[in-house]
């Protein structure tokens, strides 16, 4: 049995962030029903995308403006513990499915909204996507650029993290007390809050890190490693060690002061060093070294593999426990493939 066995969750989520979400749980032995409308979730279109954030759900389609479809998502979520939609704010009110409505069925429901920037406040209304967030919550540098498309959508995947973890702590207080609750999650929000626990930089290092050997290192062979010594002594001996650089014996504080030129004799060591030597002799020093490794060699590194997070060549739960483990990857359900069925029975 894994963590979350027993627990119905409907899934009214579309695109990234609230498929996320409820995949997590679902991962944790959640029972899911997704519910699509007629000819299905658009990101559909997208299987490599699609399939990988829609594992171990089942999936109904129904048309929330036909009353029958409606009837039977409200009486899907009288039995529900919880339900999650990512509408833009006013919406499921509009199409009959707000959280007043279908808490009034089941007090004990938690009703998670997942939006840009949440369902009150002035940019409520405000349409957005993942960029928009990480401007407005000053999570792009003023020197930013247009993103790739491949870039990671921060916010997103943020947010979702976040909003399986308060439905999971409502679902505690709901299971204790009989009464549920109404989550308002905005993903701006969420990176706003990550953002302000970051104190204000009052200086910059002309392209230096913040403190000599934390940073990304261009090696000889055009590949490039990251360095992470902030203010442990042993950890900037071993980086120096393995360089060959003289300093290994400078204090904090003095690195601080010296920070672009102790920095520059960094970059120079690691730079007549291939990748992959750059990251065996500073590993074998016991310096704090990591590659800068592209999807396709994340997506094959043992270390992945061997805890989980990447399952079969796609992705399994980030999640390890020893008592109740949660699912490995699974199928992706077609479309409607599960109309008719109700929730399963509990364990």
């Not at 043992?302 to 390890?320: K, W």
Request: aromatic share 6%; with cysteine.
């Amino acid at each position: 049995m894994a963590l979350l066995d027993g627990l119905r969750v409907l899934d009214l989520t579309m695109w990234r962030p609230g498929p996320y979400a409820t995949q997590l749980l679902a991962q944790l032995g959640a029972d899911v029903i997704k519910v699509e409308p007629p000819g299905g979730e658009p990101m559909r279109m997208f299987r490599s995308h699609f399939d990988l954030l829609n594992q171990h759900k089942r999936s109904i389609v129904l048309d929330l403006k036909d009353d029958a479809d409606r009837a039977r998502c409200l009486e899907l979520a009288a039995g529900a513990e919880v339900f999650v939609e990512g509408f833009r704010p006013g919406v499921a009110d509009r199409l009959g499915v707000g959280h007043a409505v279908v808490r009034e069925a089941n007090p004990a429901l938690v009703y998670c909204s997942l939006s840009g920037y949440g369902a009150e406040g002035p940019l409520a209304d405000v349409p957005g996507h993942d960029v928009n967030y990480r401007a407005y919550t000053a999570a792009l540098p003023e020197d930013a650029v247009s993103p790739d498309a491949d870039e990671l959508p921060v916010a997103d995947m943020a947010a979702a993290t976040m909003a399986a973890f308060a439905i999971t702590a409502a679902c505690l207080k709901a299971r204790a007390t009989g009464v549920g609750d109404r989550i308002d999650l905005g993903m701006a929000d969420v990176l706003a809050g990550w953002v302000g626990t970051v104190p204000t930089a009052t200086r910059r290092n002309g392209g230096a890190g913040p403190v000599p050997g934390y940073g990304v290192y261009r090696t000889r062979d055009g590949h490039k490693i990251t360095l992470g010594v902030v203010s442990e002594e042993k950890l900037w001996a071993a980086t120096c060690g393995a360089l060959g650089l003289d300093g290994a014996d400078v204090p904090f504080l003095e690195r601080l002061g010296r920070v672009r030129e102790l920095d520059e004799a960094v970059a120079a060591a690691v730079a007549r060093l291939t990748r992959d030597e750059a990251v065996e002799r500073l590993t074998a020093a016991g310096a704090p070294v990591a590659p800068l490794l592209t999807r396709a060699e994340m997506m094959e590194h043992d270390h992945f593999r061997a805890r989980g997070v990447i399952d079969g060549g796609t992705v399994g739960s980030p999640v390890r426990t020893t008592v109740h483990p949660p699912l490995g990857a699974g199928g992706v359900s077609e479309l409607d493939e599960h109309r008719g069925q109700a929730w399963r029975l509990r364990g």
